[in-house]
T-cell receptor, first 113, second 114 residues
Framework: AQSVAQPEDQVKVAEGNPLTVKCTYS??????LFWYVQYPNRGLQFLLK??????LVKGSYGFEAEFNKSQTSFHLKKPSALVSDSALYFC???????????FGQGTTLQVKP | GAGVSQSPRYKVTKRGQDVALRCDPI?????LYWYRQALGQGPEFLTY????????KSGLPNDRFSAERPEGSISTLTIQRTEQRDSAMYRC???FGTGREKLFFGSGTQLSVL
């Protein structure tokens, strides 16, 4: 069965510092991997996805994610965090051939000024 | 419309009542999904429509839950004889195609069953 795990419930970083939000996956076949962000009182927003090709995927708002097949990881990164990046982040994998997604439990990112 | 619209934004109901939650996807989007999200958890898949056809309802918890999308656009998720455990945020999402494309989510309907 397809699954993702986000080992950290919360990540705290200072503004201007690099940030990493971790995700590990378990899939059969070639992995398709997604990151979504949820701001307070808003719906989830797509950040980026990995299908194939370069292991470093660039997405919205300056975020990027690194696909590592040997470690079955797809960590979300940003070189310099902003206070406005504070939100709930979800890693996800497809649950079939449609766009149905299986989400991780989420990681709350808190960026302090 | 500009985005996925869900109504009502909040719904408070008494146990045993039926509720209907509405989703208006982005115009032209073929695929429509319903998810349920408990506080502090990731969204959990409920059901999927390709145009008007309900192609996957494997996530519906029991037969009190049903969904329809009769004209391939607006969708309604109905919960009959609501129970307190049904309280959650119900989210709708749509996408242009039918493959592994990004989903556009609505702001959700917060359902509280008293």
């Amino acid at each position: 069965a397809q699954s993702v795990a986000q080992p950290e419930d919360q990540v705290k970083v200072a503004e201007g510092n690099p940030l990493t939000v971790k995700c590990t996956y378990s899939v059969s076949g070639n992995p398709y991997l997604f990151w979504y962000v949820q701001y307070p009182n808003r719906g989830l927003q797509f950040l980026l996805k990995y299908i194939t090709g370069d292991n470093l995927v660039k997405g919205s708002y300056g975020f990027e994610a690194e696909f590592n097949k040997s470690q079955t990881s797809f960590h979300l990164k940003k070189p310099s965090a902003l206070v406005s990046d504070s939100a709930l982040y979800f890693c996800a994998v497809p649950g079939g051939n449609t766009g149905k997604l299986i989400f991780g439990q989420g990681t709350t990112l808190q960026v302090k000024p | 419309g500009a985005g996925v619209s869900q109504s009502p934004r909040y719904k408070v109901t008494k146990r045993g009542q039926d509720v209907a939650l509405r989703c208006d996807p982005i115009s032209g989007h073929v695929s429509l999904y319903w998810y349920r999200q408990a506080l502090g958890q990731g969204p959990e898949f409920l059901t999927y429509f390709n145009y008007e056809a309900q192609q996957d309802k494997s996530g519906l918890p029991n037969d009190r839950f049903s969904a329809e999308r009769p004209e391939g656009s607006i969708s309604t998720l109905t919960i009959q004889r609501t129970e307190q455990r049904d309280s959650a945020m119900y989210r709708c999402a749509s996408s242009f195609g039918t493959g592994r494309e990004k989903l556009f989510f609505g702001s959700g309907t917060q359902l509280s069953v008293l």
